[in-house]
């Protein structure tokens, strides 16, 4: 019962003085482009720190490094994990990424679209053959890419596909060095600003995989990985929480969101209003229909063998 009281005392006396608890450490890995939105205003408009979540970020660029780094849990989180690289993890460790959102692409909703420059005479993607294109880099980019011009009519011989860091796709297409690309927001918006490229099409997935260009594609997402999960679940339910606080803000306040992009990614604050935005979608608001495009998507990346074998994706949708 001594012992008991000097806990509660001691306890008491630190509230009262104003002491400050430590938050949670969360380690995330992220990289630069639009579709990390909700991590960079978690941590600008600081609703991770109100969770108390103490956030260290950690640049990861190439997806599949993302996708290791996961697996093998040496950070918490990924900011956005193509679907792809989330669910091949998933075949080879099941469980090591958990999705706590899922972001869908479409014609509406641009996230990866081709582009070409202007005096490349390309008009339709049928139009690559012959020419030098660029992708953004990992497996999930590449196969969509390949997909795509496939369905265009195109045999990989017929074309060459260089994977680059997104950043340097304005860079390539300048020099010339490259006449297109299959690219991610906001790289395509600046290349169209600055007249380097012109959008030839968008809702590639959706319209590759669903039918339908102005389908919602879901093909990524905020992830986390097992051991955050499973050893931390109350951090890693704050750490959700927070990202839907995040996902809630973009819709809310757009404008307010734009502005991360701007510190974030090498987008020009006179065209940060001008980037399309994926739709962000926090679990909570899933349909089945949602979930089933998910699927089909997954169904997709097997049946052309960048998913080894296939995989139902409920179970790796996080629940708490």
């Known amino acids: 019962m001594k012992f008991m009281t000097l806990v509660v005392a001691a306890t008491s006396t630190a509230l009262s003085s104003g002491i400050a608890f430590a938050a949670d450490k969360v ?18 408009q600081g609703i991770f720190e109100k969770h108390d979540l103490e ?8 997806n599949s490094n993302l996708q290791s780094a996961l ?30 959102s899922l972001n869908a692409q479409s014609s509406d909703y641009r996230m990866e679209q081709f582009v070409a420059r202007p005096d490349a005479g390309v008009k339709e993607l049928a139009d690559f053959k012959g020419k030098k294109l660029v992708t953004s880099p990992g497996i999930g980019n590449m196969s969509v890419a390949v997909a795509a011009l496939t369905a265009a009519g195109l045999n990989e011989g ?19 060095q490259h006449d297109g690309a299959f690219t991610l927001e906001p790289a395509a918006t600046l290349m169209m600003h600055n007249g380097v490229a012109g959008l030839i099409k968008a809702g ?40 839907d606080e995040a996902i809630d803000t973009i819709h809310a306040h757009p404008e307010l969101a734009r502005e991360a992009l701007a510190k974030y ?45 296939p995989i139902d994706v409920k179970p790796f949708l996080a629940k708490f």
């Open 204 to 243: 590639v997935v959706a319209e590759v995989v669903l039918g339908d260009p102005k389908a919602d594609a879901y093909m990524a997402g905020g992830a986390i990985s097992q051991a955050f999960l499973t050893e931390r679940p109350d951090v890693a339910k704050r750490y959700k929480e927070a990202f």
């Open 55 to 62: 956030i260290e970020g950690v640049k990861i660029v190439v």
């Open 71 to 100: 697996i093998a849990n040496q950070i918490d989180a990924a900011a956005v994990m193509l679907a792809v690289e989330g669910m091949a993890a998933n075949v080879i460790k099941p469980g090591s990424v958990n999705y706590i």
């Open 158 to 176: 017929d074309y060459t596909l260089d994977q680059l860091d997104t950043a340097q796709h304005i860079n390539v297409l300048t020099s010339g």
């Open 265 to 309: 990614t090498p987008t020009p604050p006179e065209i940060v209003n001008e980037v399309p935005l994926v739709k962000f979608t926090k679990l909570s608001d899933l349909t089945d229909v949602d979930i089933e495009s998910f699927q089909k998507y997954i169904d997709f990346a097997v049946s052309i063998g960048t998913v080894a074998e």
């Open 27 to 44: 380690v995330v890995g992220y990289s630069v482009g639009a579709t990390a939105l909700p991590y960079y205003v978690g941590v600008e």
